[in-house]
């Protein structure tokens, strides 16, 4: 029996259906007034900032375990996109789960089915966003592909992550989303992660 709690990035597996159906780590819930990271070190949850204006995450958010948006990944946003200079950011890759059910507390685990993903650049470093749904949510657990997503859905997280950083006065800060892509495109992404992952563990 294992006495110590399981690293939410190293300690725990994506799961054996993967990438179909996935693991994700919960770090951030609608209602939460601050942004939550994990500790990269410590796997602990930390206080990355507060929300001090107005972006309210409208889904949960948190990442999928043992992947790392690395070489492959900012390779693929490089070709085919033809960005010249990407990189990845070097985190966990992100993931969105949508729900009906009110959640409200961060750190927890559950299983999520992809259905697309948000192409994201951050200062010229790929972040993507998997879009997944809980599985066997009531109301959107049937959902497939991102095709099935309202677009109002995907406004709120379009605005989300164009803003979320976004202070009245910064100037510096740029991201902007290229694309959005649907279920067959986030299972590559996943995988892509995967590979980036154990490039990384094996240094």
Known sequence: MNKYVAHPWHGISLGGQQPDVVNAFIEVTPSDTVKYELDKTTGLLKIDRPQLFSNVCPTLYGLLPQTYCGD????????????????????????????EKLITQGNILLKAIPIGGIKLLDNNEADDKIIAVLKGDALYGEWKDID????????????????????????????????????????????????????????
Not at 74 to 99: H, M, S
Not at 162 to 168: D, V
Request: charge should be negative; proline fraction near 4%; hydrophobic fraction near 30%.
């Open 72 to 99: 492959r990944v900012a390779e693929q946003c490089r070709t085919k996109f033809n960005r010249e200079g990407v990189v990845g950011d070097g985190d966990p890759l992100d993931i969105c789960v949508l729900t």
């Open 148 to 203: 099935e997503c309202p677009e109002k859905i995907l406004n709120r997280l379009r605005h989300y992550f164009l803003t979320y950083k976004q202070a009245p006065d910064s100037h510096n800060l740029k991201c902007e989303i290229i694309d959005i892509y649907g279920r067959e495109e986030a299972l590559d992404i996943i995988r892509m992660s995967i590979e980036d992952y154990q490039d990384l563990i094996s240094q």
